[in-house]
């Protein structure tokens, strides 16, 4: 799977493991950044680069990584067709996918570890979303509402 990844420098020193992780799983990894550490870089920007790399057609899923994940996971949500999600277990991961239709995860850098994320990311990238007719009809006001805005 072609998978974009981005972090601030909370999310650094993770990243880099996750993207090790990654290609040793086979997937295609678009590391967005930050390529270097900088204590004074911001989640925004690596939140809007992975989101961007998905609408453009890059990637297929995004991860971001922040301090806690809930900049990361707000400031995505902001980008039209962007559904992202904070999480730090593998039913939030896997259910957001199949229920959902969950394209980025934010996962907070300084709240869990290599090996939680790594399953957690299993999970994410092994769902797929399930088109029954209540997931799809949720899907669809979920993006009626990112049409029109509030009813």
Not at 22 to 45: K, M, R
Not at 50 to 59: L, Q, T, Y
Not at 88 to 114: L, W
Request: aromatic share 6%.
């Amino acid at each position: 799977m072609k998978v974009a990844v981005g972090a601030d420098h909370a999310g650094f020193e993770l990243k880099g493991e996750i993207v090790r992780w990654l290609e040793s799983e086979g997937h295609q990894v678009n590391d967005i950044g930050a390529h270097e550490f900088d204590p004074d870089d911001d989640y925004p920007d690596f939140a809007v680069a992975v989101a961007g790399s998905i609408r453009a057609g890059e990637s297929e899923r995004g991860i971001v990584i922040c301090g806690s994940g809930v900049g990361a996971c707000i400031t995505a949500n902001k980008v039209k067709g962007i559904r992202a999600c904070l999480c730090h277990d593998t039913y939030s991961a896997r259910q957001g996918v199949e229920h959902d239709n969950m394209n980025v995860v934010c996962i907070g850098g300084r709240i869990i570890g290599i090996e939680l994320t790594k399953v957690v990311l299993e999970s994410f990238l092994n769902a797929s979303f399930l088109p029954e007719p209540r997931f799809r009809r949720r899907l669809d006001k979920l993006n009626q509402v990112e049409q029109n805005g509030l009813p």
